[in-house]
């Protein structure tokens, strides 16, 4: 079945990076893209972006130009965001999901990774 | 960028029926705006119930359906149970980029 397993949590100082992983399992990898979606505490869901697995074209939503970077290794089927410049604000929950087939936009979801940001 | 809105919070008594709505700044819901609905629960990652605005999920029970309504995309619960109790998310598919719905509480009372 499809598994998506995100790496662990993460304490960042303001200023830093930080690497979130999503190994992707049970599935072909390069054949659905992959979305990031962000969880500020207490909010709703905020969708990042998406990458294209097959030919590594990202798209990323207003908001998230910049500071927030989607890449692949196909090799070990897993997507990565990378966030720089990390500011408090951006202390959240940051999920990997799947997309399914025509309309079906993110059935498959990781299990989240928190991100804290804080001196 | 698209405002995507839904009902801050609802109440709905165990056996009842609600229906919880999605509505786009940009105009009238359509199907191509491939709907999506999600719940979530607390500490819990969101889980796919609707998509493609009526299609159900093969762990999705029953007694949720999902329409377009009046310009808007519609989630009804029938026969609610107390474990419905949850947010709900719609999610809007526009020009190669989506949107998610600020959430509707669910309270089962």
């Known amino acids: 079945q499809v598994q998506l397993v995100q790496s662990g949590s993460e304490l960042k100082k303001p200023g830093a990076s930080v690497t979130v992983s999503c190994k992707a399992a049970g599935y072909s990898f390069s054949t659905y893209t992959m979305n990031w979606v962000r969880q500020a505490p207490g909010q709703g869901p905020e969708w990042i972006g998406w990458?294209?697995?097959?030919?590594?074209?990202?798209t990323y939503a207003r908001g998230f130009t910049g500071r927030f970077v989607f890449s692949l290794d196909t090799s070990v089927s897993t997507a990565y965001l990378q966030i720089s410049s990390l500011k408090t604000e951006d202390s959240a929950v940051y999920y990997c999901?799947?997309?399914?087939?025509?309309?079906?936009?993110?059935?498959?979801w990781g299990q989240g990774t928190l991100v804290t940001v804080s001196s | 960028q698209t405002v995507v809105t839904q009902e801050p919070s609802l109440t709905v008594s165990p056996g009842g029926t609600v229906t919880l709505t999605c509505a786009s700044s940009?105009?009238?819901?359509?199907?191509?705006?491939?709907p999506n609905w999600f719940q979530q629960k607390p500490g819990q990652a969101p889980k796919a119930l609707i998509y493609s605005a009526t299609n159900r999920h093969s762990w999705t029970p029953a007694r949720f359906s999902g329409s377009l309504l009046g310009g808007k995309a519609a989630l009804t619960l029938s026969g609610v149970q107390p474990e419905d109790e949850a947010e709900y998310y719609c999610?809007?598919?526009?020009?190669?980029?989506?949107?998610f719905g600020g959430g509707t509480k669910l309270t089962v009372l």
């Open positions: 940009t105009g009238a819901v359509t199907s191509g705006y491939y």
């Open positions: 999610l809007l598919y526009h020009g190669g980029t989506s949107v």
């Open positions: 999901a799947r997309e399914g087939r025509l309309g079906d936009l993110l059935p498959y």
């Open positions: 990458i294209n697995t097959n030919t590594g074209n990202p």
